[in-house]
């Protein structure tokens, strides 16, 4: 629209501009290659030039007719005094190559023999296609909109951002070096820097970033997170460039801040400051998060790994307190998290009362009865318990901030950690460590099944294909596969404890404690005995177990091989294993057993009395109604063909190995699943 009242304005402009030309300056006559005797001209003989001589220097091709000038500056017309190296010399004036002739070029206003590199060229000069291009000494050297700073034209800065740190932007555009203290030297305020910011947190000299290419050499762009209204609490944070202080680079996993090269651990992963993708590494991305301060929350922009899974990141030690409220940032393109609770108590539960997502919506809240009924389910457990979000399909990760309460069994202090899996898996890997007990002399064929006769065992190889099959479905391959003994007579056969873990059982899982990295132990046991129940095929250190953390009482899945007694009537031993693993990974039964959790056997009694809550069903016995609990996955029928199934009957399930969607899901949603 405004093109048609802009474009005259330009035509007169510029025809101003070309009169002033015309009119100041002496070059008025059109140039041209010279004619045969004048300056310039090609030459033979001091006779075949009109001026004082021929030179016939071999860099000079054909000659040149030239006249010194070191003593009289005035030339011939057509020529300019000029300065060629050590003379002083009238040579052929020019503005454009044609005005030569051929073989010469058009540099600093006269007609050169064209360079072959910068010793070719006025000092300091650079030669670039024979022509030497010349330093800028002022802005009138520089194409028309640009500026000369250091010799170089560069094109005029709009702000301060556009100048290097320590200098500023002028209204005419140059950035001018500001008084004052450089980049990383103390200072008290921020008038005694060269950048003019003065860092609160720290006392250097620094820039405010949008990125670690904002930063010089040996600094990276950090978070700072300050007390802006100087209450004593810190409230408010920005990127500013800070020296590199960690080894560990923007996107790499830490437990610290210390750690970091930014010096800024968010969660478990090292945050360098961004403003776009394009700021960040290859497979990573600018994403918004928030700093969890004293009052607030400021938000930050901060490049993440698209797909990682991060350490356990401690939250911190607090007291039982089932009111205090803590949070945690969750990313933008988190797929899910494990909070965890650890207490240094064989015995006492260490547990999160309450979660709540970034919009105050209730993910979890402790019921010992109606847990089956929460959003998002969770088993508490002695000495560590593990919540994952989502271990559901009907449960989100919300990006921001999470609240939570932690608590104990004996009111004692907790320790939570949080661990981030970022980026959606549509498949896994799980890595397994066999352990065997004393297996000789079991329902197993062939030789005693061992860590040494393991990779070769037939028994071992069918169990191990038919148990790759079953996750096959669920898109889990198996990773890395080691085998061990353990020698511990006393855990050969395992008896269970109806009240919590057996001692053996604590005794079994915790001996994973040499273990490292991300995998699940599995125990091939003699036999799993338990008064309370029937035959016991095998038990989980938890639903969720603790994903990768070894040695705790919760650190494996245990398997009878009375399982291997079964096998000649149609039994999969594999089947137990993998529903062992698929409650390690998350999953619960898709229905429980009549009793569980409503009813208890041994005192006869009620315990969880209907009307039931979500995913339950109330049972009716013997004048007696209590609640009996199903799987919360929407997807997930009750099933005996199913995996999760909560028992193996000859009748209904000894095949069963089915798996929902919403079961998948959840299972490639636990971290101790790799992508
Ligand atoms: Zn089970």
Redesign the pocket.
């Known amino acids: 629209m405004s093109l048609p009242a802009v474009l005259p304005r330009i035509g007169i402009f510029l025809l101003v501009l070309s009169l002033l030309t015309a009119c100041s300056n002496d070059r008025a006559v059109v140039q041209g290659p010279p004619a045969a005797g004048e300056i310039g001209a090609a030459c033979t003989s001091d006779a075949d030039c009109t001026s004082d001589y021929c030179l016939l220097d071999p860099s000079f091709q054909d000659g040149y007719c030239i006249q010194k000038c070191d003593a009289n500056p005035s030339c011939p017309e057509g020529s300019t005094c000029h300065d060629y190296f050590n003379y002083k010399f009238c040579m052929d004036r020019c503005d454009a190559d044609t005005d030569c002739r051929k073989d010469y070029v058009c540099t600093y206003g006269v007609c050169r023999p064209p360079c072959n590199n910068s010793a070719g060229c006025d000092k300091g000069d650079t030669c670039l296609n024979g022509h030497c291009k010349a330093k800028c000494t002022a802005d009138t050297d520089c194409p028309s909109g640009e500026r000369c700073q250091d010799g170089k034209c560069i094109p005029p800065c709009k702000g301060d951002s556009d100048c290097l740190p320590g200098f500023s932007c002028d209204t005419s555009g140059n950035c001018k070096p500001k008084k004052g203290k450089g980049m990383g030297e103390a200072c008290t305020s921020s008038s005694q820097c060269a950048t003019a910011y003065c860092l609160p947190t720290r006392k250097i000299c620094s820039i405010n970033c949008k990125g670690s290419a904002d930063c010089p050499d040996g600094y990276v762009c950090g978070l700072e997170a300050f007390d802006k209204d100087n209450n004593g609490s810190k409230d408010s944070a920005e990127a500013d460039c800070v020296p590199v202080k960690g080894k560990v680079a923007a996107g790499a996993n830490c437990t610290a801040d210390a750690s970091c090269a930014s010096e800024h651990c968010h969660y478990g992963f090292c945050v360098e400051g961004c403003q776009a993708t394009a700021d960040c590494q290859t497979g990573q991305r600018c994403v918004e998060l928030n700093i969890l301060l004293k009052g607030a929350a400021p938000k930050y922009k901060g490049c993440l790994r698209n797909a990682a899974v991060g350490p356990y990141y401690p939250l911190g030690t607090f007291p039982n307190s089932m009111s205090t409220f803590r949070g945690f940032d969750i990313p933008p393109h988190a797929g899910s998290f494990i909070l965890t609770t650890e207490m240094n108590s064989l015995s006492e539960v260490p547990l999160v009362g309450l979660l709540k997502d970034p919009a105050g919506k209730t993910v979890m809240t402790m019921d010992s009865c109606y847990q089956y009924s929460q959003p998002n389910r969770y088993s508490p457990r002695e000495q560590f318990s593990t919540l994952l979000v989502p271990n559901t399909t009907s449960v989100s990760v919300v990006p921001g901030l999470y609240s939570y309460t932690v608590g104990s069994s004996d009111g004692k202090a907790v320790t939570a950690k949080l661990q981030i899996k970022l980026g959606k898996a549509a498949k896994g890997t799980l890595n397994l460590n066999w352990f065997f007990l004393n297996l000789a002399s079991t329902c197993i064929p062939g030789a005693t099944l061992n860590a040494s006769s393991a990779k070769s065992h037939a028994w071992l190889l069918k169990l191990r294909i038919n148990l790759k099959a079953i996750l096959t479905q669920a898109k889990l391959t198996v990773g890395s596969e080691k085998f061990y003994d353990l020698k511990d007579p006393a855990l050969d056969v395992l008896n269970l404890s109806m009240t919590g873990l057996s001692t053996e059982l604590q005794k079994l899982f915790s001996s994973s404690n040499k273990m490292t990295g991300r995998s699940i132990n599995i125990f091939f046991v003699r036999d799993i005995k338990a008064s309370y129940a029937g035959t016991v095929l095998g038990i989980a250190g938890g639903i969720p177990g603790p994903p990768g953390k070894h040695g705790t009482v919760h650190s494996g899945v245990a398997m009878s091989m009375k399982t291997a007694c079964y096998e000649p009537y149609g039994y999969n031993p594999a089947h137990t294993l993998a529903?062992e693993l698929g409650?390690y990974l998350g999953l619960s039964?898709n229905q429980e057993s009549e009793q569980v959790p409503g009813f208890s056997q041994s005192t006869n009694q009620v315990i969880c009395p209907c009307p039931c809550g979500a995913n339950m069903t109330c049972v009716t016995k013997s004048g007696k109604s209590w609640c009996r609990g199903e799987d919360h996955i929407p997807d997930t029928t009750t099933s005996s063909k199913n995996l999760?199934y909560?028992a193996a009957e000859s009748t209904q399930s000894f095949d069963g190995n089915q798996l929902t969607d919403g079961q998948i899901k959840t299972m490639l949603n636990n971290p101790v699943v790799g992508f």
């Open positions: 529903h409650h039964h999760m909560w």
